[in-house]
């Protein structure tokens, strides 16, 4: 099949990227500052989250230094800017670089399919890089907290550890996942309305009954509708969804809805409360993940079974298929439809004379060629041998002349 591609916008210079990646950690340290309650640390802080996944899915800004360098004035420039000494500002941030570091060194190294989460073990390599970076984040800005909290330094390494595998967890997926301008489109879905929404409904009843039920259990209420959107949905949308209904429960929590009392007194359940709903994003992320890895599959297999596997053109039944969908589409359009048979002349001989191999790069040039001539609505098959076949749908007899000149 030819496909022809609308150009796309060209993207932007690096170095206006590097200052993007600045401005976007600043304003995400602005939320987490506004978050944070005085005296203590944030318990929604997406900056390290943000870096991190911006450097993983552009791996050119990783490799970049100006990148790491904007990241870092943006850390600095939120907390001056909000009245933060230098002190407080160059030690905090400097934690927050190390835990980002060690979430980039992680996470770049994997192939491209696992940095997106479309592989089974994705999750699990996001939950690892995560721990890790959280730890020894926490590690680095757990000695701040005598100093500027009047906190214990183990009660901040707690606090901060689970903060940032929170907060990576929910935040990380989003920025990793979220569609690519070339993505191919979604395919259709044929089921009925009431079935599609069926996921957001046992969702919905999930968060009505965490109303009425109390006490720890109706922290996970929602995974069972958390797990069917993971499973109905693409891994973006499933990633957001998790997203909101985590933040969803930290709000609550911090409105009174649930009896915790967040305060660093009660840091033990504070821990508790953070790791689990890491977990609670956990889950639906691995079951997203082994879905889309499953759905890859699936269609890599299907693009086997429907193309040649020398050309790449459409395979004889699947031109057929795609021949008898056109002609019933032009009939109905009152159009009309042509067939091509295009024939590689002396092919015979080219194989005697310089080999099978040879006569496979004709094939294949054949196929590159006639491919690039035709329109996207077009569909080149190869019938066996060297004859291949084109469909053109909505042509008359003379634009149909035209093109096979």
Same mark, same amino acid.
């Given at each position: 099949?030819?496909?022809?591609?609308?150009?796309?916008?060209?993207?932007?210079?690096?170095?206006?990227?590097?200052?993007?990646?600045?401005?976007?950690?600043?304003?995400?340290?602005?939320?987490?500052?506004?978050?944070?309650? %005085?005296?203590?640390?944030?318990?929604?802080?997406?900056? !390290?989250?943000?870096?991190?996944?911006?450097?993983?899915?552009?791996?050119?800004?990783?490799?970049?230094?100006?990148?790491?360098?904007?990241?870092?004035?943006?850390?600095?420039?939120?907390?001056?800017? %909000?009245?933060?000494?230098?002190?407080?500002?160059?030690?905090?941030?400097?934690?927050?670089?190390?835990?980002?570091?060690?979430?980039?060194?992680?996470?770049?190294?994997?192939? =491209?399919? !696992?940095? *997106?989460?479309? *592989?089974? %073990?994705?999750?699990?390599?996001?939950?690892?890089?995560?721990?890790?970076?959280?730890?020894?984040?926490?590690?680095?800005?757990?000695?701040?907290?005598?100093?500027?909290?009047?906190?214990?330094?183990?009660?901040?390494?707690?606090?901060?550890?689970?903060?940032?595998?929170? !907060?990576?967890?929910?935040?990380?997926?989003?920025?990793?996942?979220?569609?690519?301008?070339?993505?191919?489109?979604?395919?259709?879905?044929?089921?009925?309305?009431?079935?599609?929404?069926?996921?957001?409904?046992?969702?919905?009843?999930?968060?009505?009954?965490?109303?009425?039920?109390?006490?720890?259990?109706?922290?996970?209420?929602?995974?069972?509708?958390?797990?069917?959107?993971? @499973?109905?949905?693409?891994?973006?949308?499933?990633?957001?969804?998790?997203?909101?209904?985590?933040?969803?429960?930290?709000?609550?929590?911090?409105?009174?809805?649930?009896?915790?009392?967040?305060?660093?007194?009660?840091? #033990?359940?504070?821990?508790?409360?953070?790791?689990?709903?890491?977990?609670?994003?956990?889950?639906?992320?691995?079951?997203?993940?082994?879905?889309?890895?499953?759905?890859?599959?699936?269609?890599?297999?299907?693009?086997?079974?429907?193309?040649? #596997?020398?050309?790449?053109?459409?395979?004889?039944?699947?031109?057929?298929?795609?021949?008898?969908? #056109?002609?019933?589409?032009?009939?109905?359009?009152?159009? #009309?439809?042509?067939?091509?048979?295009?024939?590689?002349?002396?092919?015979?001989?080219? !194989?005697?004379?310089?080999?099978?191999?040879?006569?496979?790069?004709?094939?294949?040039?054949?196929?590159?060629? %006639?491919?690039?001539?035709?329109?996207?609505?077009? *569909?080149?098959? *190869? @019938?066996?041998?060297?004859?291949?076949?084109?469909?053109?749908?909505?042509?008359?007899?003379?634009?149909?002349?035209?093109?096979? =000149?």
């Amino acid at each position: 099949m030819a496909t022809r591609f609308l150009s796309l916008p060209r993207a932007p210079s690096l170095p206006l990227q590097c200052a993007g990646v600045g401005l976007l950690v600043f304003v995400a340290c602005l939320l987490g500052i506004l978050a944070r309650p %005085t005296g203590y640390l944030s318990a929604f802080w997406p900056a !390290n989250a943000v870096m991190a996944g911006l450097l993983v899915r552009y791996p050119a800004l990783g490799r970049h230094p100006a990148a790491w360098a904007a990241g870092a004035v943006g850390f600095v420039a939120a907390d001056l800017a %909000t009245g933060a000494s230098w002190a407080m500002a160059l030690w905090l941030n400097a934690a927050n670089l190390v835990d980002i570091v060690v979430v980039w060194q992680l996470l770049h190294r994997l192939d =491209e399919p !696992n940095r *997106r989460l479309q *592989r089974a %073990t994705s999750a699990l390599y996001l939950l690892l890089a995560s721990s890790a970076g959280s730890a020894i984040g926490a590690l680095a800005g757990s000695g701040a907290g005598p100093v500027f909290f009047d906190a214990p330094w183990t009660q901040v390494l707690a606090m901060w550890f689970s903060t940032q595998l929170m !907060n990576y967890l929910l935040l990380l997926p989003l920025v990793l996942a979220a569609p690519h301008a070339d993505d191919p489109p979604p395919a259709p879905r044929k089921l009925p309305l009431a079935l599609r929404l069926a996921p957001w409904g046992a969702l919905a009843a999930g968060e009505g009954l965490r109303l009425l039920v109390s006490g720890p259990g109706s922290l996970v209420l929602p995974l069972p509708g958390l797990l069917w959107c993971a @499973m109905s949905y693409r891994m973006f949308t499933s990633a957001l969804v998790s997203a909101i209904v985590c933040s969803w429960l930290l709000v609550a929590v911090a409105l009174g809805l649930l009896d915790l009392n967040f305060t660093p007194s009660h840091a #033990g359940e504070v821990l508790s409360l953070r790791v689990g709903i890491s977990l609670l994003a956990l889950g639906p992320l691995a079951v997203a993940c082994a879905n889309a890895a499953g759905a890859e599959t699936l269609r890599r297999l299907d693009h086997a079974v429907r193309h040649d #596997g020398l050309t790449g053109a459409l395979a004889r039944q699947a031109l057929l298929e795609q021949g008898h969908l #056109g002609l019933r589409q032009s009939v109905a359009d009152g159009g #009309g439809m042509a067939v091509l048979m295009i024939d590689a002349d002396h092919f015979k001989q080219i !194989n005697d004379r310089h080999g099978h191999h040879v006569g496979d790069q004709v094939l294949r040039a054949l196929a590159r060629v %006639t491919a690039a001539t035709l329109r996207p609505q077009d *569909r080149l098959g *190869r @019938m066996g041998g060297e004859e291949f076949a084109v469909v053109l749908p909505g042509v008359s007899p003379a634009e149909a002349q035209a093109i096979a =000149e």
